[in-house]
């Protein structure tokens, strides 16, 4: 399994997202797990998109 580690995004979805797109996590086919630690939607302005998102995934 193969484990996408993070941390402290501050509400910086987009960067956050180009960042995820790079690694592979959208188009890997093995099973995996995004681990999101720290602070996530205090600072930028995409915190809407980011909880959307994580919401999402959580599912």
Do not use: C, N, W
């Not at 980011?50 to 995934?57: A, T, V, Y």
Request: charged letters at 30%; zero cysteines.
């Amino acid at each position: 399994m193969k484990y996408y580690i993070t941390a402290d995004l501050h509400g910086f979805y987009t960067e956050f997202h180009k960042a995820l797109d790079e690694a592979g996590d959208f188009t890997d086919p093995a099973p995996h797990k995004l681990i999101i630690l720290g602070d996530l939607f205090d600072r930028g302005s995409e915190a809407v998109e980011m909880q959307r998102f994580i919401l999402e995934r959580a599912r």
